[in-house]
């Protein structure tokens, strides 16, 4: 398993630096310090050499960088080649504004000598002596927390409380708190190390595809979860993170997938913020663009290729004469290869590489075109033009074509404000509300678009978040199919963990349920063999270990809030001696019980089975014995 990365920052003697790298070499901490930074020529950076660790030694010359904000800008840029997980402040002593804040996207940490709410700044060891000796405190401490703008006022991840003795001189309580930093520093890190190899463990579990702007995992049953992050791609490169994108592109393509679901069946299950439960399809390597005015900036774009004197493109011909942003006579369909690159195709190139057949080649331009006039519509009443869009296409389970990915999102389209009537063609330049901001900043500042690496200023980025968010409010506005109560519900779930929206999706959307009841987690070996049989026939389950001797009110109240839902539902109880929780869960509940006693060997069935088969009158509870058959059964019975 990879270790998690951390780039140390820091300014004088390097003494909390000195820990982390003790702790690494007696495995105490299972990481490694990628590089240590410092902003002057110090002992921690001597330390850092004498352990063969990568340093960085960039000092502010206020010459150079006249402004604080340049300076964080260009520290940035350098932090960018590295991979790291994490960035601990260990006595680095220079405030970060956003301008580095904002372009490192990973954890940030600082020492902060004095408990949360009290002393901020660089003193704060001798202001709490200070109150010390006025008889105002008797304690101070040290925290860990975030970085953000606000010193010293980011999330407290740990804190200590430090006592101030009467016979201490100033130095005794220096020393002190100098020493309790260190401890809690080192019990910080473990704490990220725990999470970031339990991320890795469950990325095992839910193998994970990155791809330019969205996690996708594969999490079994014939589901993809899907996670829309912040990143920005322009120009086939991630650029930059934009705040709140994810949800904003989220709550688009919702909207849009359940508003055309008429025209084609498409991926969507359910969704909650930046989170999205889809279908798992067979993607077609394709990305059909449909385009309805001359225009554009990447080397895709017909806009791009009719300036440089083509007319013939994606199979159709252009006549002379056209001006860029012209609305074309028709909408058409302009299909490009989807992987690293994207490269133009003709329909008579899809046939060739058997890509698809030329009916489903049909099929998909056809109700591509559909969808793209169906936005058109849409847009206009949000004061808007749809100028052009992207769509992708899967097969479903049974071969039949569906639409799969994102919907008519300022990262896949392309809007537009509509201008006066009185608007001419000529020198025409729209005001434009998608990802545009940043396309058009870079090919101002950059030689080549696809191989500069370069920082998108804040206010740019500023630009398009405002826009994202003005265009989900235009469209919730709508009030067709979802309306602003929608939008809300999904803004207050943003920061809900993914594995809590997961399980909220199968137990209140998914329509085939098992529940499995244990009375004791000794049985926990004979429901994981259930469940993995389970899994086999893409059935999910979920587990609740309660007795029902011990705990009754609570299996009840789990039986209560799962017989709200209409759903195909099977419950399943693991119980061997005195078993009397199939016989609960039979009478208090609408859906089938399946008991699935664990015996330790047939001496243990024979004198406890007749518990499990002698249910009353009316409590109707089925026995099955070997776990392959439980799953093997309610396969059966879902499929009536």
């Not at 030694?57 to 960088?65: G, K």
């Not at 604080?68 to 405030?95: N, P, Q």
């Not at 949800?247 to 008429?262: H, P, R």
Request: hydrophobic share 35%; charged share 25%; proline share 3%.
């Amino acid at each position: 398993m990879n270790k998690l990365k951390l780039a140390v920052f820091v300014s004088g003697e390097g003494t909390n630096l000195q820990a982390i790298i003790d702790c690494i070499r007696l495995g105490i901490l299972q990481c490694e310090i990628s590089v240590v930074v410092s902003n002057k020529n110090c002992n921690a950076i001597t330390r850092a050499n004498n352990n063969n660790i990568k340093t960085i030694c960039f000092p502010w010359n206020r010459n150079e960088y006249n402004k604080r904000e340049l300076y964080d800008t260009v520290l940035a840029s350098r932090m960018c080649k590295y991979d790291i997980d994490l960035f601990v402040l260990a006595g680095w002593m220079h405030i970060f504004t956003n301008s580095f804040l904002e372009n490192v996207f990973n954890n940030i940490i600082n020492i902060h000598p004095a408990l949360s709410n009290t002393f901020v700044g660089d003193d704060c060891i001798v202001d709490a002596f200070s109150a010390f000796n006025k008889n105002q405190i008797n304690h101070s401490g040290i925290m860990i927390h975030r970085v953000i703008k606000d010193v010293d006022r980011g999330e407290m991840l740990n804190e200590i409380k430090v006592p101030i003795y009467n016979v201490d001189t100033f130095k005794d309580f220096e020393n002190r708190m100098k020493r309790h930093e260190k401890g809690l520093l080192i019990k910080t890190i473990q704490e990220f190390i725990i999470e970031y190899n339990d991320n890795k463990v469950k990325e095992t579990i839910y193998p994970i595809y990155n791809g330019k702007v969205r996690k996708v995992s594969d999490v079994g049953y014939g589901i993809l979860l899907l996670e829309t992050t912040n990143r920005l791609s322009a120009f086939d490169k991630n650029r930059c993170e934009i705040n709140n994108k994810g949800i904003a592109l989220n709550l688009m393509s919702k909207w849009w997938l359940l508003n055309t679901q008429d025209i084609i069946p498409n991926h969507y299950l359910w969704s909650r913020g930046k989170y999205m439960i889809v279908k798992k399809t067979r993607p077609i390597r394709l990305e059909v663009v449909v385009r309805g005015y001359l225009t554009g900036s990447s080397k895709t774009s017909i806009w791009k290729m009719y300036s440089q004197g083509k007319r013939e493109m994606y199979g159709i011909t252009f006549s002379d004469g056209l001006k860029q942003h012209q609305k074309l006579e028709k909408p058409i369909v302009t299909p490009t290869t989807k992987g690293d690159t994207d490269d133009p195709l003709t329909p008579d190139d899809i046939m060739e590489r058997k890509i698809l057949t030329r009916s489903e080649w049909n099929y998909i331009s056809e109700k591509a075109l559909a969808i793209y006039n169906r936005g058109v519509q849409y847009a206009e009443k949000m004061g808007l033009i749809l100028v052009d869009t992207k769509y992708e296409f899967g097969y479903d389970t049974d071969g039949s074509i569906i639409l799969i990915d994102e919907v008519h999102t300022c990262d896949s389209s392309r809007y537009w404000v509509i201008p006066d009537e009185n608007f001419s063609i000529d020198n025409y330049r729209p005001i434009k509300l998608d990802k545009d901001a940043v396309r058009d900043w870079l090919l101002e500042n950059c030689e080549n678009v696809y191989t500069d690496d370069i920082l998108i200023p804040r206010e740019i980025k500023q630009r398009v978040e405002d826009t994202y968010l003005d265009i989900v409010q235009r469209l919730y506005s709508l009030n067709i199919g979802l309306g602003v109560n929608d939008l809300a519900r999904d803004l207050r779930t943003v920061n809900e963990n993914v594995f809590t929206m997961m399980l909220k999706y199968f137990n209140y959307y998914h329509n085939r349920v098992v529940y499995i009841v244990a009375g004791s987690t000794k049985d926990k070996k004979h429901v994981e063999k259930i469940q993995k049989f389970l899994e086999d026939y893409s059935i999910y389950s979920t587990v609740i270990y309660s007795s029902a001797h011990k705990n009754t009110q609570n299996v009840i109240d789990h039986i209560k809030l799962n017989d709200r839902h209409d759903r195909k539902m099977v419950w399943v109880t693991v119980a061997g001696r005195s078993n009397a929780l199939s016989g609960v869960v039979a009478s208090n509940s609408k859906y089938p019980v399946i008991a699935s006693p664990p015996f330790s060997d047939k001496q243990d069935m024979m004198v406890n089975i007749n518990s499990t088969l002698q249910c009353p009158s009316n409590v109707p509870v089925m026995t099955i014995l070997e776990p392959c058959n439980v799953a093997l059964a309610i396969n059966k019975i879902f499929s009536i």
